[in-house]
C-alpha cells in the first residue's frame, strides 16, 4: 500500500481496479440499504462492544466529504444522567411539534414512538466541525453548506454498517440544538447535525414504521425522476419501474 506521500508523487500509481461487485456482493450491499431500519423500540440491554462501535465509526469515517474535509465528531453518550437530560429535552420539542400540527393529527402523532433516547444503551452525537478546512474550502466557496451534508453522507455509512452488524439505529431530531449543546458542552462554532440512539435489535420493522403506521407511504420512485430538465418525464415515467438488482 502506497503512503500518502507516494500518491502526491505518482498519483495514477493510486489507480486499482474497479470492477462491479460480486453478484453476491452485490446482493449484501442492497440488501443492506433495504432493511435498514430507523429503530425507537426495539434495543435489546447489552452494550454494544468496543470492537464493532470502532468498525461502525470507521465507516462513518469512510464517508465522501467535500474537499475531503471529513468535518465530524463522534460523541458517544452513555451516561444515565446525560441521556435523561437529553430526553427531557426531547419531551419538550415533541410537545412544541405536536401543537404545531393540524389539530386532527395530534393523537396520531402523539401515538407514535420517536426516540430510543434511554432504552438503547448507547447513544451517539454526530456534530460538524464547519471550520476545519480553514474559512472556505475546496468545494464550499459557493455551497458552504456542503460540510454539513458531507457529516450527513457518514451518518447514512454508520447507519447501514451498524445494520449489517445487527445494530439498530434510530435518529432523533425532535430537540432543541440549544438543549443538546449545553448537555454535551457543544461548542457554539460546532455544528450539530444527528443525535442516533444505537444498540443492539433481535427484530426490526420491514417496512419505515412511519408507513407500518399509516403516517406516511413511499412515493412512487417513477414520479421522482426528471429527464434533461425539471418537471420533465421520460421513458422511466411512462410504466412503472421493474427494479433487477441482481
Ligand atoms: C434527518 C432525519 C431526522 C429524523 C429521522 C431521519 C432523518 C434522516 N428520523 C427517521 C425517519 O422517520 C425514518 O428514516 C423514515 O420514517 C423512514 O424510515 P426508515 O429509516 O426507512 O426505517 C426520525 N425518527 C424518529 O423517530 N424521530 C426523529 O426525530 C427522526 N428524525
Known amino acids: 500500500m502506497a503512503t500518502d506521500a507516494e500518491h502526491r ?4 500509481d493510486a489507480l486499482e481496479a474497479a470492477a462491479p461487485f460480486s453478484e453476491a456482493e452485490r446482493a449484501a450491499i442492497y440488501r443492506v440499504i433495504h432493511a435498514r431500519r430507523d429503530v425507537r423500540d426495539e434495543f435489546l440491554a447489552g452494550d454494544v462492544p468496543r470492537d464493532v462501535i470502532l468498525r461502525i465509526l ?3 469515517h469512510h464517508a465522501p466529504s467535500v474537499g475531503f474535509m471529513q468535518p465530524w465528531n463522534f460523541i458517544l453518550v452513555r451516561d444515565a444522567e446525560k441521556r435523561r437530560a437529553v430526553y427531557a429535552a426531547f419531551e419538550r420539542a415533541c410537545a412544541a411539534e405536536e401543537e404545531a400540527l393540524a389539530p386532527e393529527r395530534r393523537a396520531h ?3 407514535l414512538k420517536l426516540q430510543g433516547i434511554l432504552k438503547a444503551p448507547l447513544n451517539i452525537c454526530v456534530t460538524c466541525d464547519r471550520a476545519r478546512s480553514g474559512a472556505t474550502g475546496l468545494g464550499r466557496t459557493q455551497q458552504p453548506d456542503t460540510d454539513i451534508l458531507s457529516t450527513a453522507c457518514a451518518v447514512q455509512n454508520l447507519w447501514l454498517a451498524a445494520r449489517a452488524e445487527g445494530v439498530g439505529v434510530g435518529w432523533v431530531s425532535i430537540m432543541r440544538d440549544e438543549d443538546l449543546r449545553q448537555i ?3 461548542p457554539k462554532e460546532i ?3 444527528a443525535y442516533l440512539c444505537v444498540g443492539y435489535v433481535a427484530q426490526a420493522y420491514a417496512a419505515p414504521e412511519l408507513e407500518v403506521r399509516r403516517w406516511a407511504s413511499r412515493l412512487p420512485l417513477e414520479e421522482l425522476i426528471f429527464e434533461e430538465s425539471w418537471g420533465k418525464r ?6 412503472a419501474l421493474n427494479i433487477d438488482e441482481t
Open 191 to 193: 455544528a450539530i447535525v
Open 109 to 111: 402523532y402523539r401515538s
Open 234 to 239: 421520460g421513458s422511466l415515467h411512462n410504466s
Open 58 to 60: 470507521d465507516a462513518a
Open 184 to 186: 454535551l458542552d457543544i
Open 9 to 12: 508523487a505518482a498519483p495514477e
